[in-house]
Structures are given as C-alpha cells and as structure tokens.
C-alpha cells in the first residue's frame, strides 16, 4: 500500500528564516510526486510535479527536489504570504493521489 | 488557464434534503475526481470519471451519487445525508494518467454544513 508522510505536521517561521518541509514516500512504480499549497477553506493549490531521482523545481521562494525515497520542499527567505498547509501526494499508473497529512506552516512578521 | 469551477461555494442542507454540487473545467481534461476533506485532514478521493465514465469508486455511500454529463462537466447529487457528512468537497481534474502531465487541478471547493 502507498504511504506518503509529512514531516513537520507544524513548522513555525520568522520572516525570512528559510527551512525545509520532508515528505517520505512508499509506492511501487511512481508515476509523480505532487506538491500543493492549500489555504484554509480553499482547494489545494498546484505547485510542482517531480518524476525522476534528482529533478527539481523552483517558483518564486519554493524549492522542490526528489530523491529515490523523499521529496524535500524548501523555503528560502519565507514572507507570511507563504503561510499554509503544504501537502505532499503521489501518483501511481492509475488515477489515484496519495496524499500526505501535510505540513501546516506559519509565518510571523 | 488552469481552472476548475465550482458551485456553490457553501450549502447548508437538512438531512431530508437533495442537493447537486457542481464542477466544470475547460483544460481538456478527461479525468475528474470528487474529493471530500474533513478539517486539517488530506482530501481523500470519493470518486473517479474517466472519458465521462465512472472508472472508480472508493466504497462510497449510495447517498452520495456521482454524474458526468460530459467531459467538461461533473456533477455530484447528495441525498438524505448525515451530519458527520459535513466537510469541504473537492473537485478536481487532470489528463490520462498515461500522459505525463498528469497533475490534478482542484477547484475551490463546495463547504457543505448538513443540519
């Protein structure tokens, strides 16, 4: 069975204290690996797609890199407009996302 | 233009009630999804349409009733829920999972409040 963990559950910033979210995955055969950002209330947020060991992705103050077992989500220089749940999810060869408990980060001015 | 629109943002409904949320997309896209997210839990999928037809169902409850008139279009029938069925519904879609572009767009969600 896939399993997808997050880690921290909470990660609390001051502006411009850059860090690192982990998520840990175990799937067979993976077909992507999903990062989204989420406000509350709202629908997640597409943020990057990784496919293979090694790749990365940057928008703006986000980061994204996979390895062959985790993906790591950096923040560098946080403003509090990044402040939100960020959830992990992967993708099989069929319709089905995984997802991650999610990191809820906040940060202070 | 990456979105998914849904209606209605929030809906209060009795449990004698019946209620449609809807879902529309204009990317393309072939698969849809209905999700549902309880508060500060990840969505968990309900449902899956593939080329407009029903390619997945997690063991959904038969109160919850799944339609896709066409690819653009999803919609979801809700009839004679339960409280604990309150949660944030979420529509998503994406390509074929056998083209490599297949991240899931989610729209802004439908918050549900059953009474």
């Known amino acids: 069975e896939d399993q997808v963990t997050q880690s921290p559950e909470a990660l609390r910033l001051q502006e411009g204290e850059s860090s690192s979210l982990n998520c840990s995955y175990t799937?067979?055969?993976?077909?992507?690996l999903f990062w989204y950002r989420q406000d509350p209330g709202k629908g997640p947020e597409f943020l990057f797609t990784l496919y293979s060991a090694g790749e990365e992705k940057e928008k703006e103050r986000l980061k994204a890199t996979l390895t062959k077992k985790e993906s790591f989500l950096h923040i560098t220089a946080p403003k509090p407009e990044d402040s939100a749940t960020y959830l992990c999810?992967?993708?099989?060869?069929?319709?089905?996302?995984?997802f991650g408990a999610g990191t809820t980060v906040t940060v202070r001015a | 233009d990456t979105e998914v629109t849904q209606t209605p943002k929030h809906l209060v409904m009795g449990m004698t009630n019946k209620k449609s949320l809807k879902c529309e997309q204009h990317?393309?896209?072939?698969?849809m999804y209905w999700y549902k997210q309880k508060a500060k839990k990840p969505p968990e999928l309900m449902f899956v349409?593939?080329?407009?037809?029903?390619?997945i169902n997690e063991s959904v409850p038969s109160r919850f009733s799944p339609e896709c008139p066409n690819s653009s279009l999803l919609n979801l029938h809700l009839h004679a829920l339960q409280p604990e069925d309150s949660a944030l519904y979420l529509c998503?879609?994406?390509?074929?999972?056998?083209?490599?572009?297949?991240?899931?767009?989610f729209g802004q969600g439908t918050r549900l409040t059953v009474v």
């Open positions: 349409y593939s080329y407009e037809k029903l390619s």
């Open positions: 990317m393309g896209h072939r698969a």
């Open positions: 799937v067979s055969g993976l077909r992507g």
């Open positions: 999810a992967v993708r099989r060869g069929d319709y089905k996302l995984s």
């Open positions: 998503a879609s994406s390509q074929d999972p056998g083209q490599r572009n297949t991240e899931a767009f």
